[in-house]
């Protein structure tokens, strides 16, 4: 099993930043990439960055590129989300998420809340 645990969220204000905490236990030698997810109130999830384990790698969604950069600890087996210039519209419930190479996202975090006030 592979359990993932995210931590760092909390309340901040517009042009704030935060840093997301994605800690990889269990059986977690097969992973290939892992994700961050953000999902706001009545919306479904929607992908915010992910990295490639082995290479560092990342990729971002549009709506995040040049104000979050995703990241990791190899000897911590964790990875980061760095939350710079937030904007209210980026509130939401941040969940961290793995796969291995050929398959989807099927290992998921319990979620750490981000709130963005005006």
């Known amino acids: 099993q592979v359990q993932l645990v995210e931590s760092g969220g909390g309340l901040v204000q517009a042009g704030g930043s935060l840093r997301l905490s994605c800690a990889v236990s269990?059986?977690?030698?097969?992973?290939?990439?892992i994700a961050w997810f953000g999902q706001a109130p009545g919306k479904e999830r929607e992908f915010v960055a992910r990295i490639t384990w082995t290479t560092g790698s990342p990729s971002y969604a549009d709506s995040v590129k040049g104000r979050f950069t995703i990241s990791r600890d190899n000897a911590k087996n964790t990875v980061y989300l760095q939350m710079n210039s937030l904007k209210p519209e980026d509130t939401a419930v941040y969940y961290c998420?793995?796969?291995?190479?050929?398959?989807?996202?099927?290992?998921w975090g319990q979620g750490t809340q981000v709130t963005v006030s005006s």
């Open positions: 269990g059986r977690s030698i097969s992973l290939h990439r």
């Open positions: 998420a793995a796969k291995e190479v050929v398959t989807e996202y099927k290992y």
